[in-house]
């Protein structure tokens, strides 16, 4: 089985700061692009970053300049700093991974499940 287990989330001062991190663990051949989504109450889930294998990455323009989405390949891992939070940022942050278990199996999307992020004076 593969777990994508998010840690990081909290409550902040708008202005302030927060690092997420998404570990993937169990049986992993390996993982493509990885990337993080959030929901907010009453609203679609949407994308905020992504990086690929390689390093690539993309954002959302609501957090251009603000949010910083980069991976660690040995600890399967991905992370997401999130500097200069605003209230509207506000939102249950959910990692995925593009994933295969095993060189003979097709890759697969896994989702984590979601870290609560309350940007709030």
């Known amino acids: 089985q593969v777990q994508l287990v998010e840690s990081g989330g909290g409550l902040v001062l708008p202005g302030g700061s927060l690092r997420l991190s998404c570990a993937a663990s169990?049986?992993?051949?390996?993982?493509?692009?990885m990337g993080w989504y959030r929901q907010a109450p009453g609203k679609l889930r949407e994308l905020v970053a992504t990086i690929t294998g390689s390093g690539s990455t993309d954002y959302t323009d609501s957090v251009k300049g603000r949010f910083t989405i980069s991976r660690d390949n040995a600890k399967n891992t991905v992370y997401l700093q999130m500097n200069s939070l605003k209230p509207e940022d506000t939102a249950v942050y959910y990692c995925?991974?593009?994933?295969?278990?095993?060189?003979?199996?097709?890759?697969?999307?896994?989702w984590g499940q979601g870290t609560q992020v309350t940007v709030s004076s």
């Open positions: 169990g049986s992993i051949f390996s993982i493509g692009a």
């Open positions: 995925n991974a593009e994933l295969q278990r095993k060189r003979w199996l097709r890759a697969e999307n896994y």
